[in-house]
């Protein structure tokens, strides 16, 4: 295993100032493995508890001028599972559910496209950015509903307005919201990978004595 040997002072003792990077290849891509699954799990639980928050929204935001002209969607879930009621509940109970599905929902449509997304489109105008993000989550939110109504025998997630497309799995009057959830997981990301962050990870480690008397044993 090779090891760095920094001197941040010149001339000063090289016993006292021998570091070792964390350049090592397999740590590397460990870290990297686990910083891919940090954020994953993240987009994941901030999914669930938006979208908990998200029925109240709706509620309030359907019963304020114009601000209600972007929540036309209905949003319903299997009718054979007693979960529509909801709709109904007065504003101040503030209920809201979600399945626990959508845990790897929201972690797949932010990680392996919003982020796809942001790196190959960052200097584009956000405007741009948040029509493809919405256009992204739309389709994938078709699709995955599908593939969860194949897989569990019950329609997770559908819409039952005008606008539904992709087997009523996703609507057109949502596009507006996936958009700007697409600009929120784009801060999310780019939060976490502010340079300072990242070099703040991949810091030197202080060296311990084997690794600090074999470094000096290499230099004599």
Not at 2 to 16: A, C, I, Q
Not at 94 to 106: E, K, N, P, V
């Amino acid at each position: 295993m090779e090891h760095s040997v920094l001197s941040p002072h010149s001339g000063s003792d090289s016993r006292s100032s021998i570091h070792v990077r964390r350049g090592d290849l397999k740590r590397n891509a460990r870290l990297k493995l686990t910083f891919a699954l940090f954020r994953f799990c993240l987009y994941g639980m901030v999914g669930l508890s938006s979208e908990i928050f998200f029925y109240n929204l709706v509620r309030i935001a359907r019963h304020v001028p114009l601000l209600e002209v972007l929540f036309r969607f209905q949003w319903r879930v299997d009718d054979r599972l007693p979960l529509n009621d909801i709709w109904d509940t007065p504003i101040v109970a503030a209920y809201g559910q979600c399945s626990l599905w959508m845990f790897l929902i929201y972690g797949v449509a932010c990680f392996f496209f919003v982020e796809a997304i942001y790196r190959r489109t960052f200097r584009q105008h956000t405007l741009l950015r948040a029509v493809l993000y919405g256009h992204a989550i739309l389709v994938f939110e078709g699709l995955s509903g599908v593939f969860l109504e194949k897989l569990t025998g019950y329609r997770i997630w559908y819409y039952a307005d005008s606008g539904a497309i992709l087997w009523e799995m996703t609507s057109l009057y949502i596009l507006p919201i996936w958009m700007v959830t697409g600009l929120i997981a784009e801060f999310i990301y780019r939060e976490l990978m502010d340079p300072d962050l990242v070099a703040a990870l991949e810091s030197p480690l202080p060296a311990t004595p084997e690794e600090t008397e074999a470094s000096l044993q290499l230099m004599q």
